[in-house]
């Protein structure tokens, strides 16, 4: 079989879908990638990625993985020729660039030359501009991130349908949490108020008053993040509460996952951990301040009415969170109360049968 006037090794097509970062970003792929993979049982499928985030595909079966090394092998210029010849190597015919960074902009230059058809997706830079401008919003719902992956591969001839929602049902409890807990009774709770940029994450004072009020109603609350900071704060709520347990680096990216499926609710902000959640179908009551759900970048599958938000006209300013306050001061956040956050997950957790 012959693609683009290139013939296949396996004598049929072969995509490429690239997506580097951020984490929570590649976390919105995979279940495009298994609906692509449902669609078309016979396509080959490579994604384009970091080693340590292969693990939210594990539900993809079937699908190979490129993992780059831009510290040595495929560090610059060179190297990312270097990466171009593995690619057209491995027989591909078309890629999906749903990143468009510098690195992906090079490589699909130098595929294209190759004769591999190219899709790229649609960010939508001009409508998020206008969402987050100063004055005169344009506020209205944008195209969900998992829809721009799909228009991207959609584009190079592969129709395919809308992805699906994970069913939430519990996976293998992590063996340092089920010697900590014991198996699972009552509800379970986590708690990740932490994110990359400042204008996304719940202070910390109000953090510590949350994390009591969700140690005085559930059986267990656990604490996710990553960093020093992080961790120490996480640590202080576990000496501090017996029933709530930081996990900050005592758990591998895959068991965070399974410990999370074994959740009846999570509370997090606008970050990656919002997405691993969604990939296991845990509800989320997510906390939001510099950016807005109207960004495209909400759980897939989450339920809009779990966001706590405020009502101000200075929202959102950001669409990643990355942006300084106008104000100086974060109110978006800082007069978010715990009671507001903790009442949403006492209404969630009612609504959901515990997972067992």
Same mark, same amino acid.
């Given at each position: 079989m012959s693609v683009n006037g290139?013939?296949?090794?396996?004598?049929?097509?072969?995509?490429?879908?690239m997506r580097l970062s951020a984490m929570g970003d590649v976390a919105i792929l995979p279940p495009v990638v298994e609906t692509l993979r449902q669609d078309f049982p016979d396509l080959d499928i490579t994604v384009l990625t970091r080693p340590l985030f292969q693990t939210f595909f594990r539900n993809a079966e079937g699908v190979k993985f490129i993992s780059p090394d831009f510290e040595k092998q495929?560090?610059?210029?060179k190297g990312i020729f270097r990466l171009r010849k593995e690619i057209v190597r491995l027989g591909v015919t078309h890629v999906a660039d749903v990143h468009d960074v510098l690195r992906t902009r090079i490589l699909r230059v130098l595929l294209r030359l190759s004769g591999i058809k190219i899709a790229v997706i649609d960010k939508g830079r001009p409508e998020k501009r206008a969402?987050?401008?100063?004055?005169?919003?344009?506020? !209205?719902?944008?195209?969900?991130?998992?829809e721009r992956y799909r228009d991207t591969i959609c584009e190079l001839g592969f129709r395919m349908g809308d992805p699906k929602p994970a069913e939430h049902k519990p996976l293998q409890l992590p063996k340092e949490i089920e010697n900590l807990t014991g198996a699972k009774q009552g509800k379970w709770v986590g708690f990740a108020p932490f994110a990359k940029h400042?204008?996304?994450?719940y202070p910390t004072t109000l953090s510590g008053d949350l994390t009591r009020l969700l140690a005085d109603k559930f059986e267990h609350v656990f604490i996710f993040g990553?960093?020093?900071?992080?961790?120490?704060?996480?640590?202080?709520?576990?000496?501090?509460?017996?029933n709530v347990h930081s996990v900050i680096g005592k758990l591998r990216l895959g068991e965070e996952m399974d410990l999370i499926s074994d959740l009846d609710v999570i509370v997090t902000m606008d970050s990656a951990t919002m997405h691993i959640a969604s990939l !296991?179908?845990?509800p989320v009551v997510s906390v939001w301040g510099a950016t807005h759900p109207f960004a495209g970048f909400y759980g897939i599958g989450q339920n809009m009415d779990n966001a706590v938000q405020l009502n101000l006209p200075c929202r959102p300013c950001s669409v990643y969170g990355n942006k300084a306050c106008m104000y100086h001061d974060y109110h978006c956040m800082h007069q978010i109360q715990p009671t507001a956050i903790f009442d949403k997950v006492i209404e969630v957790s009612n609504n959901t049968t515990s997972v067992k």
């Amino acid at each position: 079989m012959s693609v683009n006037g290139k013939n296949t090794p396996s004598g049929k097509p072969h995509i490429l879908i690239m997506r580097l970062s951020a984490m929570g970003d590649v976390a919105i792929l995979p279940p495009v990638v298994e609906t692509l993979r449902q669609d078309f049982p016979d396509l080959d499928i490579t994604v384009l990625t970091r080693p340590l985030f292969q693990t939210f595909f594990r539900n993809a079966e079937g699908v190979k993985f490129i993992s780059p090394d831009f510290e040595k092998q495929h560090k610059g210029l060179k190297g990312i020729f270097r990466l171009r010849k593995e690619i057209v190597r491995l027989g591909v015919t078309h890629v999906a660039d749903v990143h468009d960074v510098l690195r992906t902009r090079i490589l699909r230059v130098l595929l294209r030359l190759s004769g591999i058809k190219i899709a790229v997706i649609d960010k939508g830079r001009p409508e998020k501009r206008a969402l987050t401008r100063k004055y005169h919003k344009y506020m !209205v719902q944008l195209k969900p991130s998992y829809e721009r992956y799909r228009d991207t591969i959609c584009e190079l001839g592969f129709r395919m349908g809308d992805p699906k929602p994970a069913e939430h049902k519990p996976l293998q409890l992590p063996k340092e949490i089920e010697n900590l807990t014991g198996a699972k009774q009552g509800k379970w709770v986590g708690f990740a108020p932490f994110a990359k940029h400042v204008g996304k994450i719940y202070p910390t004072t109000l953090s510590g008053d949350l994390t009591r009020l969700l140690a005085d109603k559930f059986e267990h609350v656990f604490i996710f993040g990553g960093g020093a900071f992080e961790k120490e704060f996480a640590e202080c709520m576990d000496d501090r509460y017996e029933n709530v347990h930081s996990v900050i680096g005592k758990l591998r990216l895959g068991e965070e996952m399974d410990l999370i499926s074994d959740l009846d609710v999570i509370v997090t902000m606008d970050s990656a951990t919002m997405h691993i959640a969604s990939l !296991v179908g845990t509800p989320v009551v997510s906390v939001w301040g510099a950016t807005h759900p109207f960004a495209g970048f909400y759980g897939i599958g989450q339920n809009m009415d779990n966001a706590v938000q405020l009502n101000l006209p200075c929202r959102p300013c950001s669409v990643y969170g990355n942006k300084a306050c106008m104000y100086h001061d974060y109110h978006c956040m800082h007069q978010i109360q715990p009671t507001a956050i903790f009442d949403k997950v006492i209404e969630v957790s009612n609504n959901t049968t515990s997972v067992k």
